[in-house]
């Protein structure tokens, strides 16, 4: 099992930038995919934007490309969402996540939070107007 933990949430204005981390422990040998996810009270986990562990690619959902990336740090082993130009939509609590499998996952599956076994505890993103 992975271990996630999440900093980096806070209050800022629209249209400024803010950088979550994740930093995984644990059996972290055996992940491959880790992810962020976005959760407003009375909605559904929406998926954010993910990444592959050993070969890098990335995907992001339509609605933040361009302003939101992932990213990583071998050495820490931590990854980060870059959120850029932020937009009072996009305040939400924010989630990482890692499938916890050698194992790649197809890209429908790595949008849907069922695909991930071990999650971070949460942060807090509001974006003021």
């Known amino acids: 099992q992975v271990q996630l933990v999440q900093s980096g949430g806070g209050l800022v204005q629209s249209g400024g930038s803010l950088r979550l981390s994740c930093a995984a422990s644990?059996?972290?040998?055996?992940?491959?995919?880790m992810a962020w996810f976005r959760q407003s009270p009375g909605k559904e986990r929406e998926f954010v934007a993910a990444?592959?562990?050993?070969?890098?690619?990335?995907l992001s959902a339509d609605s933040v490309k361009g302003r939101f990336s992932i990213a990583r740090d071998n050495v820490k082993n931590t990854v980060y969402l870059q959120m850029n130009s932020l937009k009072p939509e996009n305040t939400s609590g924010y989630y990482c996540?890692?499938?916890?499998?050698?194992?790649?996952?197809?890209?429908?599956?790595?949008?849907?939070?069922?695909?991930?076994?071990?999650w971070g505890q949460g942060t807090k993103v509001t974006v003021a107007s």
């Open positions: 644990g059996r972290t040998f055996s992940t491959n995919t």
């Open positions: 990444m592959n562990w050993s070969g890098g690619s990335t």
């Open positions: 996540a890692a499938h916890a499998t050698r194992a790649a996952l197809t890209t429908s599956r790595a949008t849907t939070p069922r695909a991930y076994d071990d």
